[in-house]
């Protein structure tokens, strides 16, 4: 596609249910990622897909969280047993290669937990 | 890993003044920066980036960084604000190496402009 496109853009989700978060990266781009977006918190990392290799987790803040990229393509971010404070903006990102010449953002994903 | 560290959380200006904001990283390997902006109810999108080259590069609306690697630093500023370029601006750095690293991302640093 044009760009970088999240699904849904608005959740509301009551707690301690499990929601999914879509992702669909610009065609050909081989580098994903994912942020979370909090009021004065900027962009915290949560994961990162690069081609073939194995993700960079690292950002990741809790067990509950997990994200899988599907042939190289689109992206789910899976949030288990939601609380609160995973109330966000979840933004995905793309870009063609590893040497992150642009990163091109999604609008995102907002989540609610109530 | 990488980390960033933007020195201002909020930055207000007169309209026509000039501006700096601040941002520092941290990083073990050589390094890529970036400064995204995100306007109000608005989406990220590139300002400008330092891969390699002059360490002065200049992005769009006037936007200039300098990178200085003693001081590690990538300072972004423009001679004269516009009530446009109120918004949230960041600071961000991605290691150099063949697989690629994670873009890391500052708090942010938010500019108002007022006339």
């Known amino acids: 596609g044009a760009g970088v496109s999240q699904s849904p853009s608005n959740k509301v989700t009551e707690k301690g249910k499990d929601v999914e978060l879509r992702c669909d990266p610009i065609s050909g781009h081989t580098a994903l990622y994912w942020y979370r977006q909090s009021l004065g918190q900027g962009l915290e990392f949560l994961i990162y897909?690069?081609?073939?290799?194995?993700?960079?987790k690292s950002g990741l803040p809790s067990d509950r969280f997990s994200a899988e990229r599907t042939g190289g393509s689109v992206s789910t971010l899976t949030i288990q047993r939601t609380q609160q404070e995973d109330s966000a903006v979840y933004l995905c990102?793309?870009?063609?290669?590893?040497?992150?010449?642009?990163?091109?953002f999604g609008q995102g994903t907002r989540l609610t937990v109530v | 890993a990488q980390s960033v560290t933007q020195l201002d959380s909020q930055v207000p200006v007169f309209e026509e003044a000039p501006v700096e904001l601040r941002c520092n990283y941290s990083s073990s390997v050589s390094v890529y920066l970036f400064w995204y902006v995100q306007y109000p109810n608005q989406g990220l999108q590139l300002l400008l980036k330092y891969l390699s080259g002059s360490t002065l590069v200049k992005g769009i609306n006037g936007f200039e960084a300098e990178f200085n690697k003693s001081q590690t630093s990538f300072h972004l500023r423009k001679p004269s604000v516009h009530i446009s370029d109120t918004a949230e601006y960041f600071c961000?750095?991605?290691?150099?190496?063949?697989?690629?690293?994670?873009?890391?991302f500052g708090k942010g640093t938010t500019l108002s402009v007022s006339s």
């Open positions: 990102a793309s870009s063609s290669g590893p040497l992150n010449t642009e990163a091109f």
């Open positions: 961000a750095v991605s290691g150099f190496n063949q697989a690629g690293t994670a873009l890391i």
């Open positions: 897909f690069q081609g073939n290799s194995a993700p960079d």
